[in-house]
């Protein structure tokens, strides 16, 4: 199922909107490599078991430069399912999911670690 450029774009641009939400610590001296960590205790909708304690790593990954590459990468669920055989023919960079999106706003809008 393809999905027309301008319903890419609302989507993208929720990603960006929920992105502020969103925890990232750097993990080296060039703010490529970061963690996605938790910003609160999150517990199994069903069970209402703990799942993750606040402060620790869901998700990892990398952001090459400013602008989207195709070489930006999060182990997050969403980004598996949005970097399809499909969208990477149509799209030059890689499918940004939130966490890409806050990343790259800490590392390159002066937010946070990256301004220490």
Request: overall charge neutral; glycine content about 6%; hydrophobic content about 35%.
């Amino acid at each position: 199922m393809r999905m027309d450029a301008g319903k890419q774009i609302i989507q993208d641009e929720k990603r960006q909107q929920k992105a502020a939400d969103v925890e990232i610590q750097f993990i080296d001296g060039l703010f490529q490599h970061y963690n996605v960590v938790a910003a609160a205790d999150e517990f199994d909708k069903k069970t209402g078991d703990l799942k993750i304690k606040k402060g620790e790593i869901k998700y990892l990954g990398v952001i090459i430069q400013k602008e989207p590459d195709k070489n930006d990468f999060c182990t997050c669920p969403s980004f598996y399912f949005g970097q399809s055989d499909e969208y990477k023919k149509a799209n030059p960079a890689a499918f940004q999911c939130k966490h890409l999106h806050a990343a790259r706003a800490i590392r390159y809008e002066g937010h946070s670690e990256a301004t220490s």
